[in-house]
C-alpha cells in the first residue's frame, strides 16, 4: 500500500536553515553553541528552527549541562525517504504503461 509523503515534515524541512541543521546534525551530535557557528544564524533564530525540528520529532534532545545537545532521528528521515521512493516507483510503473497505451 502507497502512503503519501506527509506533507507537515515536508513543510518543515523546506527551510533552508533547517534544512543546514538536519545535515549538520546527520553527520554529528551538536549544542546550539557549535550550530551558531556552523550555520552563521543568530542564537534565537537557531532555537526557534530547533524546537520546530523537535516539536516534528526531526531531532531529540540530551541536556549536559548548561547545554542542550541535538541528535538527528534518522527513522523520521528514512521513513520520509521510504514514502519518496514509493511514489517514484509508483511513477515508474504508471509511465511503463502510459507508453504501452496508443493515443487515438
Keep these: 500500500m502507497m502512503t503519501s509523503a506527509d506533507p507537515d515534515l515536508m513543510r518543515v524541512l523546506a527551510d533552508p536553515l533547517r ?3 538536519v545535515t549538520l546534525l546527520a553527520q554529528e551530535t551538536l549544542c546550539t553553541t557549535h550550530l551558531v557557528e556552523e550555520t552563521g544564524a543568530r542564537q534565537t533564530n537557531l532555537s526557534n528552527h530547533l524546537r520546530v525540528l523537535r516539536e516534528a520529532g526531526v531531532v531529540d534532545t540530551e541536556p549536559c549541562g548548561r547545554f542542550t545537545y541535538y541528535r538527528l532521528r534518522p527513522e523520521v528521515i528514512g521513513n520520509l525517504a521510504g514514502r519518496f521512493a514509493e ?14 497505451r496508443s493515443c487515438p
Design 19 to 21: 534544512m543546514r541543521i
Design 87 to 100: 511514489l517514484a516507483a509508483t511513477a515508474r510503473a504508471t509511465a511503463a504503461v502510459d507508453r504501452k
